[in-house]
């Protein structure tokens, strides 16, 4: 007798090979019969999937579950989009190895980088496995219901090893050191070591990862050599010219230590048509020359959402803006915004954006829209421009934004939509090229600002049923044996006798992105942004079903671990 029998699907094995039917069968959370028929079979649990896809389940290359796989071992909303393994410990942030007198540093540094809630990250994060990896990977792993390969960051060994001194070159010693731990790391499980070029701790001070020499990431990409595991990197994205130097960076790195690289995110823009063009052109030449270089695409335009009453990365760059939204109360907020000095201030941040081009939609506060309110009395604004409504109110978009704030006592919500990937034809060739890796889904981060996940569902809906770009087979096989086979999860990814159960079934048709809803299950009530989904029917992970659309999130549901190298 089977666990769990899969019949009358249409299989999709993940290989890029045509789909066919057949039924597929389940025991001690392995792949056991894959379209042999199976009609006369006995099983614990048997799904129908007349008119389904059965593929295997999806892998997320890029996220930041790191904090809240502590607190939520469904890892929502990943699961039920079809999602049944992450990586984690992306740029250069993990939970360990973190020192005790280290843990409030590197927490305000993750709270920053990831916009996550202070009262939500000192709720659900208890610590309870010390200080080292090993010990990480242990305690979390005991109760979980996805697979997550964790990554170690750059940042947090620099911390580990240089302590308060991490922002300044490591001396030869504590390079050695860091290579150490690093090593200690990897015998622990960790996939790989991930770095940035781009991000801010609390102070605005580079992280400690942008401190480091290229010799101190050389000696680290040495040590990662000696296992074949990934370097991640989270490049300049804003400027191709830049873009097109860590590509060399890395292909460098990659054929001087036999290690593959990913780099993340690679956007479409209209304003600079030709940027995706320099930048695949340099991964093919990294390829050509023997390196193994993996941009990462996000499949979906970002939706940002916020409030005045939390500190937001989209009013970082704006003058006087980052010190009032940094201050401690509520109180001190309002009076702020209130004072006629600081609000003059931060009206004239505004609108220097506000005299950008017009092709620089992403800032312009007037295409800011409303988005929730917190009072009957502006509920007629909701999914209005502030252009539009400041128009009939007889003021500027710029005031508008903190006219509508303090009404609803900072409890208005602004949305910019669809930023990035604005050409659907240019962004669906860019994912059919065969070295881009579809990843970057950010899940578990930037929590009330935008709606992650959804890309699974926005690859089949945009890409396969819309343009045409991919087809359904090819698709699948980019977020499954691709994305198990770049990061050398070879237990996963495919539909094959002998693998781990790792399933989605799916309606082809009509699996999307769903809507965006807030919710305040996090800790410490803090609201965030969930993307649904549509068109999934069961996930199943290690052969636990862990999620369906007729019971939704499976109570008790645990198949999810670790996935150590």
């Known amino acids: 007798m089977l666990d769990l029998i899969i019949r009358n699907g249409r299989i999709v094995d993940g290989t890029g090979l045509p789909a066919y039917r057949g039924d597929v069968g389940v025991a001690g959370g392995r792949l056991v019969s894959v379209g042999r028929s199976l009609e006369h079979a006995t099983a614990g649990r048997i799904i129908d999937a007349a008119g389904k896809v059965v593929s295997p389940g999806f892998i997320d290359p890029h996220t930041h579950y790191d904090a809240q796989m502590c607190f939520d071992p469904y890892l ?23 020192r005790a007198t280290q843990r ?8 920053l980088i990831e916009e996550m809630p202070k009262a939500a990250f000192d709720t659900g994060v208890d610590w309870r496995w010390g200080e080292s990896f090993g010990g990480m990977v242990e305690a979390v792993g005991k109760d979980i219901a996805a697979n997550v390969a964790p990554l170690v960051g750059h940042s947090v060994l620099r911390l580990f090893v240089l302590g308060d001194n991490a922002r300044r070159a490591a001396t030869a010693d504590e390079v050695a050191r860091m290579c150490d731990v690093l090593r200690e790391c990897l015998d622990a499980g960790a996939v790989g070591l991930s770095t940035s070029f781009i991000d801010i701790d609390p102070s605005m001070h580079p992280v400690p990862s942008r401190w480091a020499p290229h010799a101190e990431l050389q000696a680290l990409c040495a040590v990662l050599g000696e296992k074949g595991r990934m370097l991640q990197v ?25 290690i593959p690289t990913t780099l993340s995110p690679l956007f479409h823009n209209n304003t600079m048509p030709h940027a995706v063009t320099q930048v695949l052109e340099a991964v093919e030449r990294a390829w050509a020359s023997g390196a193994r270089v993996w941009p990462q695409v996000q499949t979906r335009p970002i939706d940002i959402s916020w409030t005045l009453a939390e500190r937001s990365l989209m009013f970082l760059v704006i003058p006087g803006w980052w010190p009032v939204l940094s201050l401690n109360t509520h109180a001190e907020k309002m009076e702020a915004f209130t004072d006629p000095l600081t609000r003059g201030s931060l009206v004239a941040g505004l609108n220097l954006l506000a005299d950008m081009p017009s092709s620089n939609l992403t800032l312009n506060p007037s295409s800011y829209v409303v988005r929730q309110v917190g009072s009957d009395r502006n509920r007629d604004l909701v999914g209005r421009t502030l252009g539009d409504i400041a128009v009939e109110r007889g003021t500027t978009p710029s005031e508008l934004l903190i006219d509508l704030s303090v009404e609803e006592d900072l409890q208005t919500w602004f949305m910019r939509a669809d930023i990035g990937h604005d050409n659907a034809e240019a962004v669906g060739a860019m994912l059919a090229h065969p070295f881009v890796h579809v990843g970057a889904s950010d899940g578990g981060a930037h929590v009330g600002s935008f709606a992650t996940f959804g890309d699974t569902g926005h690859l ?17 096989k980019k977020i499954t044996l691709d994305t198990a086979t770049i990061w050398g999860l070879d237990d996963r990814g495919v539909l094959k006798e002998g693998k781990a159960a790792d399933i989605c079934v799916f309606d082809a048709d009509t699996i999307d992105r769903g809507p965006e809803v807030a919710s305040d299950d996090f800790p410490g009530d803090a609201i965030r942004w969930i993307r649904r989904q549509v068109g999934v029917h069961s996930v199943i992970v290690n052969g636990v079903e862990t999620w369906s659309a007729a019971e939704g999130y499976v109570a008790g549901a645990r198949g999810g671990r670790m996935i150590t190298r």
């Open 76 to 98: 929502f909303p990943a699961i039920e989009h079809g999602v049944t393994s992450v990586v984690t410990g992306n740029c250069s942030l993990s939970l360990a190895p973190v």
């Open 104 to 111: 409030e540093d590197f927490s305000a540094m993750f709270r």
């Open 234 to 258: 989270v490049h300049e994205f804003f400027d191709a010219g830049l873009t097109v130097s860590r590509i060399e960076m890395m292909a460098d790195l990659s054929r001087r230590y036999s």
């Open 460 to 476: 089949f809906s945009q890409y396969v049923r819309k343009t045409h770009s991919l087809r359904l087979e090819d698709a699948v």
